[in-house]
């Protein structure tokens, strides 16, 4: 979720559910240790629990990166073996990681003798056509035996040749199955699945047969699905958080940011789909995306925002 899921964005779906985890946006070894450590590693308070997910092959300079993590008051460090992008795999990581589960180990293990932090690897369940189930299950059994406890698996292959970041998330089949299957084969392990989930019906189907569910760009298009997960997934009382509130608490944050010299268009284009689905929207996020709005203050922006809803609301009357 490169340039998607950054500070703002978490500090945006935190207010929406409080017990969800959070992932970072996949931060290279490389930025952490020749680049601005504060940029790529300060987060809000709020976010927590936040897991950074790492990009990197080298076991010694993850390990550096893991204190650094376990500095900055992160909760988790996640591993990346699942990115197919051709830039990631210049580098020697991401999902051509799967073809060297040794080294995936010693990762894991360096970083585990590092910090206390629960380290975790995100991986896919094959590279290329090696659909063979053995293949994930050797990786995930060797990955394990270095202390790993906890495997996000998107539940497609990734295709290194012939296919952009976009068409691995799309036309690899996704075989659910295979992770089941992992769970049942690895049932002291924590098998989270990753890869197609658009629904809470469809989460809850699944949460019967593996641990956990990791929801990416869907949550990211359609963020107010995210306000009824503390309820439904994890037993809260209290009501789904209103639209208007949250809307509110972001113009709030904005101005923050905005004294720190962070543009509030940089925050605000994460918000964009919080009201998909509801009279106004299009017209309210026209307002919120408009360039010639970016040096007006939020709370100006806001109103205008809110006048486009009241309009079409009234419309509708």
């Not at 990786?139 to 998107?154: K, L, N, Q, S, Y």
């Amino acid at each position: 979720m490169l340039d998607w899921t950054d500070r703002h964005c978490r500090y945006f779906h935190r207010l929406l559910t409080q017990r969800t985890r959070l992932y970072t946006e996949m931060v290279t070894t490389g930025a952490l240790l020749h680049g601005d450590v504060p940029r790529h590693l300060g987060f809000d308070a709020s976010e927590h629990p936040v897991a950074l997910q790492l990009g990197g092959s080298e076991p010694a300079d993850l390990a550096v990166c893991a204190r650094l993590a376990q500095r900055w008051g992160y909760d988790e460090i996640n591993l990346n073996c699942g990115c197919p992008s051709e830039r990631v795999q210049r580098g020697a990581f991401g999902a051509c990681l799967m073809r060297e589960p040794q080294l995936v180990a010693d990762c894991v293990k360096a970083m585990r003798d590092a910090v206390s932090l629960p380290v975790t690897v995100k991986h896919r369940i094959g590279i290329d056509r090696v659909e063979s189930y053995e293949f994930v299950r050797d990786f995930v059994g060797t990955v394990a035996d270095a202390g790993c406890e906890v495997f996000i698996v998107h539940a497609r292959n990734a295709w290194l040749q012939g296919l952009s970041p976009k068409e691995n998330r799309e036309i690899p089949p996704l075989r659910y199955e295979i992770v089941r299957r992992l769970k049942e084969d690895f049932p002291q392990l924590t098998i989270v699945l990753n890869g197609g989930l658009v629904s809470g019906d469809q989460i809850e189907a699944e949460l019967a047969r593996v641990d956990g569910a990791m929801v990416g760009r869907h949550a990211y298009h359609e963020p107010y699905a995210l306000a009824v997960w503390d309820q439904r997934f994890f037993g809260e009382s209290r009501p789904p958080v209103d639209k208007d509130e949250v809307e509110e608490a972001m113009v709030r944050y904005c101005e923050r940011q905005q004294s720190l010299g962070v543009p509030w268009p940089h925050v605000m284009r994460h918000v964009l789909g919080l009201r998909n689905g509801q009279p106004g929207a299009r017209r309210w996020r026209q307002v919120w995306s408009d360039h010639s709005l970016k040096h007006h203050k939020p709370a100006e922006v806001w109103q205008r925002a809110q006048e486009a809803l009241r309009g079409a609301r009234a419309l509708v009357e």
